[in-house]
């Protein structure tokens, strides 16, 4: 028999985002307002692949009721005609988690496979060398912009012993991208919408990698929760927030970067 391999029904898009984030960029408990296969209300309805039934959680309480493809970085990415790459894990903060464990945010964003920790067991923080993303992997996807949003879990507002280790962290993450990525790409750093305390901090970093040539911006996210583009869902983002920091998002990016 015989078989043809048909190309691609549409083209890869040449933008590249990349995205560093935690539950809210993950998407955690978005569709809490999910009514069996249409969206009740409050978001734009997208015909797109249907959710699979794990997603249809019988009470909103249910963090598992929650979809990736309704997040504010999946749907900016389509707002901005853009191919992208995420890591957004629940959880998981700049300098230390919410709930515990030893890998960060930081350190995860860092490796090619994400579980693959050091071994050295004294290393909690490291991985091998043969799975450091920037050492063996970066240059196969170059991103155009950098977003990221981490400090919530840190809770810097009640743990203000963090904020040194939290400014120092995400400073040499982003230069350390930086120089690996090139002066081609900037960065979107957020604050918001659940917790505003490290919006300072972002500032500083922003700030401080500008003084060695990094393109950076601050991406103000905050405000999303007060009603106006819809009800939270387990105190986070609903798809129809994601929907309005998409659009919000996607638009500072377009105009930052001249596109």
């Not at 970085?73 to 992208?84: C, P, V, W, Y």
């Not at 979107?188 to 393109?215: H, K, R």
Request: include cysteine.
């Amino acid at each position: 028999s015989t078989f043809t391999l048909l190309p691609p029904s549409t083209a890869t898009p040449a933008r590249k985002l990349e995205f560093l984030g935690d539950s809210i960029t993950a998407g955690y408990c978005n569709m809490c307002f999910f009514d069996g296969l249409k969206p009740s209300s409050g978001f734009a309805e997208r015909s797109a692949l249907p959710f699979p039934e794990v997603l249809m959680a019988t009470e909103p309480e249910d963090g598992w009721n929650e979809a990736f493809y309704n997040s504010w970085a999946t749907l900016l990415s389509a707002e901005l005609d853009a191919q992208f790459h995420a890591t957004a894990w629940s959880g998981f903060g700049m300098a230390e988690n919410c709930c515990g464990g030893d890998a960060l945010a930081s350190d995860v964003w860092l490796r090619t496979l994400a579980t693959v920790n050091s071994d050295d067991p004294n290393d909690v923080h490291g991985t091998t060398a043969e799975n450091e993303w920037f050492s063996t992997s970066a240059d196969t996807f170059i991103p155009d912009a950098v977003v990221v949003n981490l400090g919530t879990n840190d809770n810097l507002g009640g743990r203000p012993e963090l904020v040194e280790s939290y400014n120092a962290t995400y400073k040499n993450l982003v230069l350390s991208a930086a120089a690996h990525y090139g002066t081609g790409t900037s960065f979107f750093l957020a604050c918001g919408p659940m917790d505003e305390t490290y919006c300072d901090n972002v500032e500083w970093v922003i700030t401080e990698v500008a003084q060695s040539g990094v393109s950076a911006y601050l991406l103000d996210q905050r405000g999303f929760l007060d009603g106006d583009f819809g009800e939270p869902c387990c105190g986070h983002p609903s798809a129809a927030i994601d929907q309005g920091m998409a659009e919000s998002g996607a638009a500072f990016i377009k105009e930052t970067m001249g596109w």
